[in-house]
């Protein structure tokens, strides 16, 4: 055999024999894949925290089962299990990049072995999250599953999930119990739950990705997440939850007052005509039950044109302590306006409980039905029926009015703005009155609703709004104002805005209100339906800029011309010399560079016509969006003036609307500074800047006007450091009650609880219906204020008709979680803000319902609120002291201390921190501080509302160091910024937070509320209403976890150590070679170094 023929039977050997090699490598490797589907990357934690990583906290794996007095053998099936501690918040926890092991399509089932450790109360939830990060979009997180957790053993937290994309990030992460909880982890599995049969149609697919085999419409079917989807018909509920992972959840539905109360979810968007749905559930019945009674699952058909449906599905006898399964089918013929599935029927005062529910689709053809299903318009889910008024006034009723329906009205002028006719309110009787519409029915508490209309007057203009009117089961009304407008005779207007009801309505009625009696309100179209969900905020993107860089053209006017400016109307303008030659002094406070010194020269603007003539410039192409600028000016009036105070205004005009930039008012012939602030969100065409203000006839002048950027990040730094001055003090931790030898080379972990900095923030009656507004709250804040509830118009509408329920219950519920609270406000100076039967009364009768009116609130209340705003708003307004006398304001302080001594009387008032408004500089607060206390009243203490728009740290401090001369505690009362960009929201928060706690005279800060639709400004939230914490809200979370000290050492030899920390309270923990110790401590207030023994 020739060499060349051996040579390629070899090679054919060869081949042959890689190709069985090679399929026996991939043989070995599939059935290793089949071995070990985990995805996740060292689920048992065999090799510690590899591969994982702790989001914002600390972990570490350990050996020892916490529910077992046992060490685990080498040969337990659990290698350790994972600690997450030092957790400062619920959502940190443990987390694990997958992106690279996860796929398009393909669900996952996830596994985790979980419990917990610490100081926490019942249940605490632990959750399931992944995370999908995009480069070129805000972040989505898909929830996989939770449980409740148990300090006791271990419990299983099952889910899964799928994604349809692959995004530039995948995270896995594990999150959940309250802040100071240990999370523990045992093991966390995710698997592939795809189907192995490769022969599977890309149609069969499709239609299983879209209606899957056994398709459950019912949303959280076993209540596994609670209530969410569900809803308690005018009854209550809640969900019963097993910290054994062998036992399941139910629902129990209570305080049922008719049989037809019950449990319900709308199916509308799941359900098509013609096909047959089976439903199983399985109930129970608990209360006065004797033998057995009657459950049924009905469904309602809800119609816009015609009277409401209701079908039997199917009943059963349920009886105590025995779970039943109440079966049925039916069939839906045409798709109605809602469809809704509920369950009813015990008698009233017997609870009904449910475990689950399932509603499958019988039909055989599945890929059929699922284009069915996904082909079916999707129901607009209006609350409101025959919006449009198509079906006449069906619906709708009148409140102390009568309504009729219209083509056309005022022969032809006025006509529908959409669809062929509209309704009016008519023979108005009240300013509450209008057209209505009960949704009791149809609305749920926590879901965010969007009202909109289009309304037109008959005649004048007035303010229309939007109102719903709240009647709960305990008799207690509420009025929450969704939108106003102003309204007019000449064309439609658009009336919009949202609502969110707290607690569940007996009865739930939205109207439309405002214009005088005998005004008729024309209203085209009345829907409302569930609010979209906003998009989250992105950081806006800011153009190139220098801080610090003045873009005023020619201020200091040093070629003596006034190019660059111009004439506001027909005055006329010329330079003038004699003007400081320095900066403003808060413009020389906030640059961060040294300027030179002005020319002297100054813009004179004369033959003034009206106010808001004076010098002007385009500066369009100067002002960057979303940059806050800091206004500073030399300003003076001529003699013409000086006969009475004159404002002088530093305006800008954004394509045709005013925006203030700084205040003053001038009453002499001197040189005043006038400083103020502004930002612009939104582009412009035309941004015109113009000093106005005086009186016609009167001279204005202008010297050495400087805009600029400021260094927000500059500022900050620097707080940080006054903070570290003010709030901290030196702590040296001295260690007893151990033998020294035990003590050396300890190791010791510090950690601060809270901060004793007091935060606080206002709420209303309802929020503390809603569990997320109160665990937001309880989480964050240790005071809180009223809104509106201690108010007098409120405590007393009408003379002798008294409601101090409201106020009673939040006290209580501050009491139950040792909340203090400030009183706002016994009185309030404002006229707009006092009710009509205190206006009308005579000079006596008004001295004497005062006199009642603190006597009743702080005998009531003695003692039970730490502060008082004595009487709101005085620089604002004179309500009292023109009728009452000049002595009345002193009268109410000294009237006060006399009923309650131990509460600090604040005077409280706007706009004395931002340059804002002449009336309420803080030269003018402080002067009435010092008249109230020349005749004697008691004034303990100085509030800053804090209602805040572009804040300049430098203005604030400014303030700040004014006041701070009346030697008396300064609270900001009522904090709030307000942007339509989250992230800029939460710069602004960080600067206010910052300058209040790093300012020695500052005692204290409350918000002015936190929750969306429950502020007193748009965009000022840092909470959305549907209980998601926004961006603002997030950057609140970073500056209280920024005040917090924390320490990691070693027992120096003396046995102790020594650090510098925030005043508040702390754990401390001590590991020695013997034991371990933990115990806490407090950092009292104060700046000189501290001792504190602790006794192990």
């Known amino acids: 055999m020739s060499v060349g023929l051996l040579f390629l039977q070899l090679i054919t050997f060869l081949c042959i024999l890689a190709s069985l090699f090679s399929s026996f490598s991939f043989k070995v490797q599939a059935a290793t894949l ?104 805000p972040s989505e997180y898909l929830f996989i599953g939770k449980t409740y957790a148990s300090r006791d053993k271990w419990v299983d937290l099952e889910g899964t999930f799928s994604i349809s994309n692959i995004p530039d990030r995948v995270v896995l992460y594990l999150e959940g119990p309250a802040p100071g909880e240990d999370l523990l982890i045992r093991s966390v599995t995710v698997r592939s739950s795809t189907s192995t049969d490769f022969q599977e149609t890309k149609e069969n697919k499709e239609a299983s990705s879209v209606f899957p085999p056994a398709f459950n419409i019912i949303k959280n ?86 009277a409401t449906e209701f079908q039997l599905i199917g009943k059963t006898c349920a009886s105590k302590d025995i779970w039943k399964t109440l079966e049925g089918t039916f069939v839906v013929s045409k798709r109605p306006d809602r469809v809704v599935f509920f369950l009813e029927g015990p008698p009233p005062g017997i609870d009904l409980l449910i475990k689950s529910v399932t509603i499958h689709c019988e039909s055989d053809n599945q890929f059929e039905r699922s284009r069915e299903f996904c082909s079916a318009p999707e129901s ?60 009791t029915e149809r609305v749920q508490r926590k879901l965010i609703y969007e009202a909109s209309s289009v309304v037109r007057l008959s005649h004048s203009h007035h303010t229309v709004q939007a109102t719903l009117y709240v009647q709960y089961l305990d008799q207690r009304e509420e009025y929450i104002g969704i939108s106003s407008v102003q309204a007019t005779h000449d064309d439609w207007v658009q009336l919009k805005g949202k609502f ?77 010399d004699g003007s400081p030659r320095i900066l403003p002094p808060l413009a020389r406070d906030s640059l961060r560079t040294t300027h030179g010194y002005l020319s002297g020269r100054y813009v004179l603007a004369t033959n003034r016509s009206g106010t808001w003539m004076g010098p002007a410039q385009m500066i369009t192409d100067k002002v960057k969006l979303f940059l806050t600028y800091q206004v500073s000016a030399w300003v003076k009036i001529g003699s013409g003036g000086r006969t009475s105070p004159q404002d002088v205004n530093i305006a800008l005009s954004v394509d045709g609307n005013w925006v203030n930039g700084g205040k003053v008012e001038v009453d002499d012939g001197d040189w005043h500074e006038v400083v103020g602030s502004f930002r612009i969100e939104k582009e412009a065409k035309e941004v015109m800047l113009h000093v106005q203000g005086p009186s016609p006839g009167v001279d204005l002048m202008v010297a050495g006007l400087q805009i600029f950027a400021v260094d927000r990040k500059s500022r ?22 151990l033998d020294p030898s035990e003590l050396s080379g300890a190791t010791v972990k510090i950690r601060q609880t809270h901060n004793s900095f007091p935060l606080g923030s206002c709420i209303s009656r309802s929020n503390i219906d809603n569990e997320d507004f109160v665990d937001f709250f309880l989480n964050n804040f240790d005071w809180a204020v009223f809104g509106n509830e201690l108010k007098w118009y409120w405590t007393e509408p009408e003379q002798g008709n008294f409601n101090y329920r409201d106020a009673d219950e939040m006290l ?40 009642n009116r603190v006597t009743d609130l702080l005998t009531r209340y003695n003692g039970k609120f730490r502060h008082y705003d004595v009487n709101n708003e005085m620089l ?123 300012h020695p005279a500052v005692e204290g800060v409350m918000l002015w509320g936190f929750w969306e639709l429950f502020m007193s400004r748009e965009h000022s939230h840092l909470v959305n209403a549907d209980g998601e914490v926004n961006e603002a809200g997030k950057r609140f979370l970073e500056i209280k976890r920024e005040w917090l000290s924390f320490v990691d050492g070693v027992m120096e030899d003396e046995g102790g150590l020594e650090f510098r920390g925030y005043h508040g309270s702390y754990t401390v923990e001590v590991v020695t070679s013997e034991s371990k110790y933990v115990t806490n401590f407090v950092v009292d207030k104060g700046n000189s170094p501290i001792d504190v023994i602790i006794d192990l």
């Not at 918040?89 to 092991?101: A, K, S, Y």
Request: hydrophobic share 35%.
């Open 812 to 851: 209580e519920f501050c009491d139950r979680y040792n909340i203090k609270t400030r009183g706002h406000c016994i009185f309030w100076e404002v006229e707009s803000a006092i009710q009509p039967w205190v206006q009308q009364l005579s000079g006596s009768e008004l001295e004497a319902a005062v006199e």
């Open 34 to 137: 089949m071995a070990d589907p985990n995805i996740v990357m060292n689920g048992d934690f065999s090799v510690g925290i590899e591969s994982w990583y702790p989001n914002g906290c600390e972990a570490f794996v350990v050996s020892s089962d916490p529910f077992s007095s046992e060490v685990m053998s080498a040969e337990s099936s659990s290698c350790g299990y994972a600690v997450v501690t030092n957790r400062k918040e619920t959502w940190q926890g443990l987390e694990q990049d997958i992106t690279t092991r996860v796929s398009p399509g393909i669900n996952y089932t996830v596994s985790a072995c979980v419990g917990v450790s610490g100081p926490f109360h019942e249940s605490p939830e632990v959750l399931a999250t992944v995370r999908l990060e995009h480069e070129d979009s």
């Open 380 to 439: 607009d889910h209006h609350i409101f029926l025959n919006s449009s008024f198509s079906d006449g006034l069906n619906h709708w009723s009148g409140r102390g009015c009568n309504l009729m329906l219209h083509e056309s009205l005022a022969d032809g002028k006025i006509l529908p703005h959409s669809g062929t006719c509209f309704a009016s309110a008519t023979e108005r009787t009240h300013k509450w009155s209008g057209i209505e519409q009960d949704i």
């Open 500 to 576: 969110l009801l707290n607690g569940s309505p007996a009865r739930a009625v939205v109207y439309i209100e405002g214009p005088p009696p005998g005004i008729d309100v024309f209203v085209d179209h009345f829907a409302v339906k569930p609010a979209e969900k906003d998009t989250p905020s992105r950081r806006p993107y800011i153009e190139s800029h220098a801080f610090g860089m003045n873009i005023v053209s020619n201020s200091h006017l040093s070629d003596g011309t006034i190019e660059g400016w111009f004439p506001l109307g027909n005055c006329h303008l010329k330079v003038g």
């Open 716 to 737: 900050l730094s620097y707080l940080r450091g006054q903070a570290d001055v003010v709030r901290k003090r030196n702590v040296s931790l001295k260690f007893s009650g």
């Open 876 to 998: 604002h307004g004179s309500f009292y002291r023109d009728r009452l006398g000049s002595d009345s304001r002193a009268n109410m302080f000294k009237t006060a201390q006399e009923l309650d001594p131990l509460a600090t009387l604040f005077l409280n008032e706007y706009h004395i921190e931002d340059g804002f408004d002449s009336r309420s500089s803080p030269e003018k607060y402080i002067k009435l501080v010092h008249k109230l206390q020349k005749k004697g009243a008691p004034v303990g203490g100085i509030g800053i509302q804090g209602h805040i728009t572009s804040p300049v740290g430098h203005i604030v401090r400014s303030a700040l160091d004014k006041l701070s001369t009346l030697g008396l505690p300064i609270w900001f009362t009522e904090l709030d910024v307000s942007s339509t960009n989250e992230h800029i929201r939460g710069d602004d928060l960080e600067v206010m937070l910052w300058e209040a706690f790093a």
């Open 221 to 306: 079917h076993d209540f596994s997440d609670g209530l969410f989807s569900w809803n308690a018909n005018s009854c209550d509920s809640f969900v019963v939850s097993s910290n054994d992972c062998n036992l399941e959840s139910y629902a129990v539905v209570n305080n049922r007052s008719d049989t037809w109360q019950g449990l319900e979810q709308d199916i509308t968007d799941r359900v098509s005509p013609g096909y047959s749905y089976k439903v199983s559930a399985s109930v129970s019945v608990s209360g006065p039950v004797f033998g057995s009674t009657q459950v049924m699952a009905t469904l309602k058909l809800e119609h816009e044109s015609s």
